[in-house]
Every structure is written in C-alpha cells, then in structure tokens.
T-cell receptor
Framework: AQKITQTQPGMFVQEKEAVTLDCTYDTSDQSYGLFWYKQPSSGEMIFLIYQGSYDEQNATEGRYSLNFQKARKSANLVISASQLGDSAMYFCAMSGEAAGNKLTFGGGTRVLVKP | NAGVTQTPKFQVLKTGQSMTLQCAQDMNHNSMYWYRQDPGMGLRLIYYSASEGTTDKGEVPNGYNVSRLNKREFSLRLESAAPSQTSVYFC?????????????FGSGTQLSVL
C-alpha cells in the first residue's frame, strides 16, 4: 500500500521569503506520480504541481517547485517569494499502479504567511 | 466553466436519516471519485468509478453507497447517517484515471450528523 507522510502540521513564513513543505512517501511501485494541492480557507482543492517518478528534472510551476529526491522518497514543495495569498493548507498526494492510480493524500501542512 | 459541481454545499442530518450527495462534471471525464476530509486530516477515498457503469470501494466505504448514473453524474448515498460521518465530502473527476492525471475537485459538501 502506498503512504504519504507530512510531518509539519503547521508553519509560519515571512512574506517574500521561501518556504519548504516536507513530504515523504512509501510505495513498492516503480512507476508513480506525486502531486501537491492547495486548500485555502474557502475550502476548494487547487492543483499546484506534478512530478512523475521517472522525471529526471524537478517540476516547476511559477513560484512552486518540487524537490524530488527519489532515493530518499521525498517530494518537498518549495514556494518562493511567499505572498499573503499563500496562506492555506497544503496536501501532498501520490498515485501508483498498485492502487489503481487513485490518489492517496497526506495529512496536510497549514502555512500562515506573515506580513 | 462549471467543472465539477456538488450539491448541497451544507447539510445537517439527524442520526439515522438518509441523504444523497449529488455530483456532476461537464469535462467528459471517465473517472469520478468521492473523498471525505476530517478535521486535521487529509482526504480519504470512499468510492470511485473508473468509467460509466463501474464502481469500486476505496479506503473508507462502510456506511456509503454510490451510483454512477451516467458519464456526468456520480452520487453518494448515506442510508443511515451516523455522527462519525460528520465530515467534508469532495467529489472529483479525472480524464482516464491515469497515473499522471490530476483530479478536478468540486467545492465540497459540509455534512453534520447530530
């Protein structure tokens, strides 16, 4: 079974600084995908970034980048130049062949950006 | 652009009552999902439907039933609601359910069972 662990329940970050959100995963699949979603206080789930297990380069989407370390089974999200609107819950998730490509989510990390 | 639409947005039930959560997507997606989110926790899969006419259990299916009415609609039914089913419910869809496919989520239904 695949498992996602987010060890940081909450964190503060100063506006304009970078923040790294930790995510480790466990799977026996060779082929899998890693996702990050943002959930603002309004409640909707917003897709941020995706990394495939065979992708050699780290994924980037604007201010978001995924620090993928396959040997360590980690997929940390880096948000650069934090903005007040980045205050939200962030969820790491993975898909894998053994689970029929269905997403398994971590417990989330709450980020609060301070002005 | 509607995307994934869930109704209702809020619901309060008494223990033992039944209700159906409705979900519809207009993106011609094959795969649809129901997740629940409990306070301080991530999303857990209740049921999913890989294609029209098929449904399968997820991680936490007990107490729920689903119907994939057609390609667009996937409903979740609570036959006899229990306080443990107090949660936020999300419907989601994806094109073919492939490994690299992101999910598109509805806005959620906040359900309280008293």
């Amino acid at each position: 079974a695949q498992k996602i662990t987010q060890t940081q329940p909450g964190m503060f970050v100063q506006e304009k600084e970078a923040v790294t959100l930790d995510c480790t995963y466990d799977t026996s699949d060779q082929s899998y995908g890693l996702f990050w979603y943002k959930q603002p206080s309004s409640g909707e789930m917003i897709f941020l970034i995706y990394q495939g297990s065979y992708d050699e380069q780290n994924a980037t989407e604007g201010r978001y980048s995924l620090n993928f370390q396959k040997a360590r089974k980690s997929a940390n999200l880096v948000i650069s130049a934090s903005q007040l609107g980045d205050s939200a819950m962030y969820f790491c998730a993975m898909s894998g062949e053994a689970a029929g490509n269905k997403l398994t989510f971590g417990g989330g990390t709450r980020v609060l950006v301070k002005p | 652009n509607a995307g994934v639409t869930q109704t209702p947005k809020f619901q309060v039930l008494k223990t033992g009552q039944s209700m159906t959560l409705q979900c519809a997507q207009d993106m011609n997606h094959n795969s649809m999902y129901w997740y629940r989110q409990d306070p301080g926790m991530g999303l857990r899969l209740i049921y999913y439907s890989a294609s029209e006419g098929t449904t399968d259990k997820g991680e936490v299916p007990n107490g729920y039933n689903v119907s994939r009415l057609n390609k667009r609609e996937f409903s979740l039914r609570l036959e006899s609601a229990a306080p443990s089913q107090t949660s936020v419910y999300f419907c989601a869809s994806s094109g073919t359910g492939g490994l690299n496919e992101k999910l598109f989520f509805g806005s959620g239904t906040q359900l309280s069972v008293l």
